[in-house]
């Protein structure tokens, strides 16, 4: 009998903890496009060695200067985000104008990015071979190209949040207490 209620509470654990997710999801729905901003974050700073030495190894025209703006723009993207989404208040549509900017900047130097990289592994004279050695050229338009895709999902979740919030708070979080149904509405209203 100890093994049943055990098992109903770790149950009863695992929806508590997906309520309180929605929860807070409900609260804050801006939470959505920050992950997969996060995400895109994550990929291009965990992989910059790659490409690193894919500048180094091409050297492209404003390689650099691509490589430079996009970490320092997916860096200070984070704090437009989080100064265009204050507490518990409106969003701020100055900070949105300027975080939707910075998105089309960062898809901007990416695409310049893996440009560079097409042509000097396809152009006619002194063609740029990726072997085994080179293999980071590869690696680094990968990365370049799932960046870019993310900062696009980023900034296409934030033009349809209005809708997914709407639909987010029509989510029932509320719990449903036994008992709770034969006590009668309070009335609050003056007499």
């Known amino acids: 009998m100890a093994d049943q209620k055990t098992s109903k509470k ?6 508590e903890v997906f309520r309180k997710y929605l929860v807070a999801l409900k609260r804050s729905p801006q939470a959505i496009p920050m ?23 091409i050297n492209g025209a404003n390689m650099g200067q691509c490589e430079f703006v996009a970490m320092l723009f997916s860096i200070l993207a984070f704090v437009v985000f989080l100064r265009s989404f204050p507490k518990r208040k ?6 949105l104008g300027i975080l939707g900017c910075m998105l089309v900047l960062l898809a901007f130097v ?19 071979v990726i072997d085994d050695n080179s293999r ?9 190209t799932l960046h870019v895709v993310f900062i696009a999902a980023t900034a296409l979740l934030l033009v349809l949040l209005p809708l997914y919030s709407k639909a ?12 709770n149904e034969n006590i009668a509405a309070i009335d609050i209203a003056d007499e």
Not at 168 to 179: A, N, R
């Open 35 to 57: 992950l997969t901003l996060i995400i895109a974050f994550f990929i291009y700073s965990l992989n910059l060695s790659s490409i690193a030495n894919t500048t180094a190894r």
């Open 90 to 95: 409106k969003a701020n549509k100055l900070m």
């Open 10 to 15: 770790q149950g009863r654990g695992i929806k």
């Open 168 to 179: 987010i708070k029509k989510i029932k979080t509320s719990i449903d207490v036994e008992g």
């Open 110 to 128: 990416d695409v310049v990015y893996i440009t560079r990289i097409v042509t000097a592994t396809t152009r006619a004279e002194n063609t740029i």
């Open 136 to 144: 980071y050229i590869e690696t680094a338009q990968n990365v370049v």
